[in-house]
C-alpha cells in the first residue's frame, strides 16, 4: 500500500526526509482494528518528527499522520482516536499515562491505505460530518477541547484570547469559544486570518502583541516564545493560561513577577480522551459548529500540504484525501 514514511530527520530540511512508497499493509492482530482511511490531515507534530524533535532517530522508518477518518473491516464509517494510552495507568484518564503515545510516535500512523489501530480507539463517525471535517477532529479539535472545557473550565461569558488564529488547534479553539457563548479575542500574523477569525464569531481579532480592548480571564496558547509575553500581559489578575504548544519556540522567558503578583495560572495540556472526542462530537452536532479547512489535496500531494504549513500559508486544517468514500 502507499504510505508517506519519514526515513530521516533534519531541523533546516524536514521534508528531505518525506517519502511516498509503498510499505506492507498491515496485518489483523487480535484486539486491534484495520481502518481504511479515506481522509487524514496534516498536524505539526508530524513536521517535530521529521525535524526531529520529540521522536527518536531510532524509531524511523515511521509512517506519519496523526488524524484519520475512514472504514472499519465491517464497513462501519469510524474516527480513529489518536491517543494509544490505558486509562488505567492515568488514574482514569489515558493522557496522564506516562507510557501514552500518539499515533506515529510508537505505531505507524494514518498517512496510508490503511492503518491499524486498538480497536477502542475507534470512535464511530456520524452521518452529518463528512469523513474530510471527521479527519480534522482527533488531534487539534480535541486539543482545543480540552484547552477550553476540561482544563481551562470556560463558562459563558468569559472573556477568552487565542494566540495565531490560522492554526489548527487556534482555529478550533476560537469556534469552539464562541458557540460555549464566551467572548472571544483572537491574534494572527496575517490580515486575512485576521478578518476570517471575524468570521467565526470572534469580537476582535489584533496583530500579534497588540493590546486587547480588555483583559480576559482565558488565554489559548499554541505559538509559544513570540506571542507569550503577551499571553501573560493580556490576562485579568487570577486569570489562566493554558498551553499546548509552542510553534515558534520552546524557551520564553518567564515572567515570575507578573506571575505570582497577578496570581496567574499556567496549564499544560496535551492529547484528549477518548470521552472528550465522544463529547466535542455531541457539541458539534448541537452547535452546529464545522472545522475551518483551508484545502483537500490528494495524499500524493503531500509535500505541497507541508510546505504550505512551513510558509504559515494556511488557515484551519489541511485534509488529504486518500480514496473515494465508498465503503
Ligand atoms: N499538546 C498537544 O496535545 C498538542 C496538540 C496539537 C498541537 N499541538 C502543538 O500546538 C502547536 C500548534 O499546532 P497546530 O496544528 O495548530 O499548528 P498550525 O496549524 O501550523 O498553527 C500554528 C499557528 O501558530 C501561529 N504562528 C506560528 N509561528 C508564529 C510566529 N512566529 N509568531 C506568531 N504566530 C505564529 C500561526 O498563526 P497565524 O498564521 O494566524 O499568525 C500558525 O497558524 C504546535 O506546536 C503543535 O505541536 C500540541
New binding site residues.
Given amino acids: 500500500m502507499l504510505a508517506a514514511t519519514a526515513i530521516s530527520q533534519s531541523a533546516t530540511d524536514p521534508l528531505s526526509g518525506l517519502v511516498l512508497r509503498e510499505v506492507p499493509k498491515p496485518k489483523a492482530k487480535p484486539g486491534w482494528a484495520l481502518v481504511r482511511v479515506v481522509a487524514s490531515s496534516l498536524?505539526?507534530?508530524d513536521l517535530?518528527t521529521l525535524r526531529g524533535v520529540g521522536h527518536p532517530a531510532d524509531r524511523l522508518p515511521v509512517v506519519l499522520g496523526c488524524d484519520a477518518a475512514g472504514y472499519d473491516e465491517n464497513g462501519d464509517a469510524v474516527i480513529v482516536h489518536p491517543v494509544l494510552a490505558d486509562a488505567d495507568a492515568g488514574r482514569g484518564d489515558e493522557t496522564l499515562d506516562p507510557n501514552r503515545a500518539l499515533l506515529s510516535e510508537q505505531h505507524d500512523g494514518a498517512f496510508a491505505e490503511y492503518l491499524r489501530v486498538p480497536a477502542r480507539n475507534l470512535v464511530p463517525k456520524p452521518d452529518w460530518l463528512s469523513f474530510e471535517e471527521a479527519a480534522c477532529l482527533p488531534?487539534?479539535w480535541t486539543?482545543a477541547y480540552r484547552m477550553l472545557f476540561t482544563q481551562a473550565g470556560i463558562t459563558a461569558g468569559d472573556r477568552v484570547l487565542v494566540?495565531?488564529?490560522?492554526?489548527?488547534?487556534?482555529s478550533a479553539a476560537i469556534k469552539l469559544a464562541v458557540a460555549a457563548g464566551a467572548v472571544v479575542y483572537a491574534?494572527?500574523?496575517?490580515e486575512g486570518?485576521r478578518a476570517e477569525a471575524l468570521t467565526w464569531g470572534a469580537r476582535a481579532a489584533v496583530a500579534?502583541r497588540e493590546r486587547l480592548p480588555e483583559r480576559v480571564d482565558v488565554v489559548i496558547e499554541?505559538?509559544?516564545e513570540?506571542?507569550w509575553s503577551h499571553s501573560l500581559k493580556s490576562l485579568r489578575p487570577g486569570g489562566t493560561v493554558v498551553v499546548?504548544?509552542?510553534?515558534?519556540g520552546m524557551s520564553p522567558s518567564a515572567d515570575l513577577a507578573r506571575v505570582f503578583y497577578h496570581q496567574l495560572r499556567i496549564l499544560g495540556?496535551?492529547?484528549c480522551t477518548r470521552s472528550e472526542l465522544v463529547a466535542m462530537l455531541r457539541m458539534l452536532e448541537a452547535t452546529g459548529v464545522r472545522p475551518v479547512i483551508d484545502r483537500t489535496l490528494p495524499l500524493t500531494d503531500i509535500h505541497k500540504g507541508f510546505q504550505l504549513?512551513i510558509d504559515?500559508a494556511?488557515t484551519g486544517?489541511l485534509v488529504l484525501n486518500h480514496m473515494k468514500e465508498t465503503p
Fill in positions: 498536524n505539526m507534530h517535530w488531534v487539534a486539543t494566540q495565531g488564529a490560522g492554526g489548527g488547534v487556534a491574534t494572527s500574523r496575517s486570518k500579534p499554541t505559538v509559544g513570540a506571542t499546548a504548544g509552542a510553534t515558534s495540556s496535551t492529547g504549513m504559515g494556511l486544517k
